[in-house]
């Protein structure tokens, strides 16, 4: 099955947009969007990462780009 044009969109820029659309309404590192980041990742990537576990909601968008680099080239 090939992936979706949203899956192929980098993790890191799917969460710029998010902050950008959010800033007024949510804190841009908060748990809150934390949660609706991972909700917006495939679900076979959402279930490799752990939520709070990483440094920084960017270091947790930059292992998604790897996870998802993995899973389209496998």
Do not use: C, W, Y
């Amino acid at each position: 099955m090939q992936p979706t044009n949203e899956e192929l969109l980098k993790r890191s820029e799917a969460l710029r947009d998010m902050r950008r659309a959010g800033e007024t309404l949510l804190e841009p590192n908060g748990p809150l969007m934390e949660r609706l980041f991972l909700e917006r990742l495939p679900k076979n990537i959402r279930l490799l990462l752990k939520p709070g576990v990483h440094e920084s909601l960017d270091a947790l968008a930059a292992r998604a780009d790897e996870l998802v680099e993995i899973d389209v080239n496998f």
